[in-house]
């Protein structure tokens, strides 16, 4: 049984950072696409960053101003993944949800994501 469980969320002030680590089991980081997502309020759940089986990153909207601030990465010694935001405003509030394929994401990402994690709260306060 594939589970994934996401860590790291919390409550930091507009401009900080937060490091998100999401644990696998069950599924071998690396042998497919890998992905974050995040739900706010009020807006559908939307793809963040992805990593391929190559390790090559990918991002479906390449003028999102996450782009630039959100950094995703894996180890697969440790059978994790990754994701490093860094200049946290309000509008970044939401739930990160951690999501794996049994694909490659040219296959599988955004819409083809085969397991998920229970998501973790991020929460930027001003």
């Known amino acids: 049984q594939v589970q994934l469980v996401e860590s790291g969320g919390g409550s930091v002030e507009d401009g900080g950072s937060l490091r998100l680590s999401c644990a696998t089991s069950g599924y071998t980081v690396g042998s497919g696409c890998m992905a974050w997502f995040r739900q706010r309020a009020g807006l559908k759940r939307e793809a963040i960053a992805a990593?391929?089986?190559?390790?090559?990153?990918?991002?479906?909207i390449p003028s999102d101003s996450a782009k630039a601030r959100f950094y995703i990465s894996r180890d697969k010694s440790k059978n994790m993944l990754y994701l490093q935001m860094t200049n946290l405003h309000s509008d970044d509030t939401g739930t990160y949800y951690c999501?794996?394929?049994?694909?490659?994401?040219?296959?599988?990402?955004?819409?083809?994501?085969?397991?998920w994690g229970d998501g973790t709260l991020v929460t930027i306060s001003t």
């Open positions: 999501a794996a394929a049994l694909v490659d994401c040219s296959m599988g990402y955004p819409h083809g994501m085969d397991y």
């Open positions: 990593i391929d089986t190559d390790g090559r990153e990918i991002n479906p």
